[in-house]
């Protein structure tokens, strides 16, 4: 439910770029996106842990969305303001931006292991579990993708627009869901459990659907 009440932002840059995306489309993508997350997350988990009888705090939610969306979006555009007013606009796409793509893979795989770091005994030892949380998130990321992405191909767009709009509606925002359910259950507790292998499943497939996308790059008009 966490997971699914966050769509993707940050990671979508680098499934985009592993499939040769439209950078502007991707960019429209996820700041749509977080005006999603900044309008609507909060009041959603409210509602749909309150139908399951979970009191949580306001202020606990406002936090996570403060801490992970606000912050990082906040600095985002005072970085491209600064930098393009001193450089201009072309530095900052050609030049700039592109310092950062290793820091990204970087970026990830320290998230990841933070996150196994702290659930990697848990893992061990609910293995049954582990597959039954699993597999309804795989079929789950496969049949958004399939939509998404079969409904771009219907539409005839472009492989550069249709691959980042599959791979944005697949994927979701696994540290915020992460940080809410640890902030409200406990790194321990089955929330927890659940959003830590929805990171375990989304990164393999995500990568097996961009191998998808680019093998098939040849049926969507150029």
Request: glycine share 8%; proline share 5%.
């Amino acid at each position: 439910m966490l997971l699914g009440a966050a769509p993707c932002t940050a990671m979508v840059f680098v499934w985009s770029a592993l499939t040769k995306g439209d950078p502007a489309y991707t960019v429209v993508q996820v700041a749509t996106n977080d005006l999603i997350i900044l309008v609507a997350f909060v009041p959603i988990v409210k509602f749909l842990l309150g139908v399951s009888n979970v009191s949580v705090p306001w202020d606990t939610l406002i936090l996570s969305v403060v801490l992970f969306v606000v912050i990082p979006l906040a600095g985002g555009m005072l970085t491209r303001y600064f930098v393009t007013r001193k450089k201009g606009a072309e530095y900052f796409e050609s030049t700039f931006v592109k310092k950062f793509d290793g820091i990204t893979t970087i970026g990830l795989l320290l998230t990841l292991v933070l996150i196994f770091a702290f659930q990697g005994q848990v893992i061990l030892d609910n293995p049954l579990h582990i597959v039954l949380i699993a597999v309804p998130l795989i079929l789950q990321t496969f049949l958004i993708f399939g939509i998404a992405y079969g409904a771009c191909w219907l539409l005839k767009l472009p492989h550069r627009i249709a691959a980042p709009a599959g791979m944005i509606g697949a994927s979701n925002f696994f540290e915020l869901a992460v940080a809410v359910a640890v902030a409200l259950f406990g790194t321990t507790s089955p929330a927890a459990l659940a959003t830590t292998v929805g990171v375990l499943t989304e990164v393999p497939v995500m990568l097996f659907l961009v191998k998808i996308a680019n093998k098939t790059k040849g049926r969507f008009p150029a």
